[in-house]
C-alpha cells in the first residue's frame, strides 16, 4: 500500500562507481520528482518529469541522469559518484494538473553514502 | 529566480512554550504549502493555502498566509515532544513549488 517507494534505501559506494536509485508511485500521479537533501536538511529539487517528459532539470552535473520509462515510474542513475553527491536522495509525486492540487508525496528516502 | 527565505533555521523550546517559524519569498505565490519532517523521515504534506489573508487550524497549528501572498507563517501552541522534526514551508510561482531551507525544532521535556 506504500505511496511512493524507493529502493534502495541505504546506498554505501565507492567513490567514482555507477549506482541507480529506483523510485515508484502508485497513486496515479502525472508528475514526479528527484529532491537532494544534505546535512544541514536544505532540500533541493533536482528534476522533475511530468508524463515521462522532463520539465525541470535544475543546475545539477551531467552525470546525474534521470529516466522515466512510465508515468508511475522515475530512476536516477549516477556516474562516477563524488564524495559531494552523499545525501538523502527523495523521490515524490505529485498530481499538477488539478487546479489548486500540487501537494507533494514524498517516498522514504535514500541515504546515499560515498566513500 | 524565486527564492524562498524561512527563519529561524533553529529553534529549541521548553515543552509547553509556543513555536512560529516564518516564510517570505521574493516573489507573489499562488499557493504556499507546509511539510513536516520528523528525524530519519521524509516530508508530510501539512496543509496547503491558497487565498490571501487565509488562517488555517490543525488542532495546535495554525498557518497564514501574507495578504500579500509573499510571506506565510506557522504558529504551534503549547509544543509538544511528538512536534520535534524539521518544518518546511514551500511556495508556488508559475510550475515550480521552491522550499525553504526549513525550520529545526527540538523541544526539550
Known amino acids: 500500500d506504500t505511496a511512493v517507494s524507493q529502493t534502495p534505501k541505504y546506498l554505501v559506494t565507492q567513490m567514482g562507481n555507477d549506482k541507480s536509485i529506483k523510485c515508484e508511485q502508485n497513486?496515479?500521479?502525472?508528475?514526479m520528482y528527484w529532491y537532494k537533501q544534505d546535512s544541514k536538511k536544505f532540500l533541493k529539487i533536482m528534476f522533475s518529469?511530468?508524463?515521462?517528459?522532463?520539465?525541470i532539470n535544475e543546475t545539477v552535473p551531467n552525470r546525474f541522469s534521470p529516466k522515466s520509462p512510465d508515468k508511475a515510474h522515475l530512476n536516477l542513475h549516477i556516474n562516477s559518484l563524488e564524495l559531494g553527491d552523499s545525501a538523502v536522495y527523495f523521490c515524490?509525486?505529485?498530481?499538477?494538473?488539478?487546479?489548486?492540487?500540487?501537494?507533494?508525496?514524498f517516498g522514504p528516502g535514500t541515504r546515499l553514502l560515498v566513500l | 529566480g524565486q527564492q524562498v527565505m524561512q527563519i529561524p533555521q533553529y529553534q529549541h523550546v521548553q515543552e509547553g512554550e509556543d513555536f512560529t517559524t516564518y516564510c517570505n519569498s521574493s516573489?507573489?505565490?499562488?499557493?504556499i504549502q507546509w511539510y513536516k519532517q520528523r528525524p530519519g523521515g521524509h516530508p508530510v504534506f501539512l496543509i496547503q493555502?491558497?487565498?490571501?489573508?487565509e488562517v488555517k487550524k490543525q488542532k495546535r497549528l495554525t498557518f497564514q498566509f501574507g495578504e500579500a501572498k509573499k510571506n506565510s507563517s506557522l504558529h504551534i501552541t503549547a509544543t509538544q515532544t511528538t512536534d520535534v522534526g524539521t518544518y518546511f514551508c514551500?511556495?508556488?510561482?508559475?510550475?515550480?513549488?521552491?522550499f525553504g531551507a526549513g525550520t529545526i525544532l527540538r523541544v526539550k521535556s
Open positions: 515524490a509525486s505529485s498530481q499538477v494538473s488539478q487546479a489548486g492540487q500540487g501537494t507533494q508525496y
Open positions: 497513486l496515479g500521479h502525472d508528475t
Open positions: 518529469y511530468n508524463n515521462k517528459e522532463l520539465i
Open positions: 516573489t507573489t505565490l499562488s499557493n
Open positions: 493555502l491558497v487565498k490571501s489573508g
Open positions: 514551500a511556495g508556488r510561482g508559475g510550475n515550480k513549488l521552491v
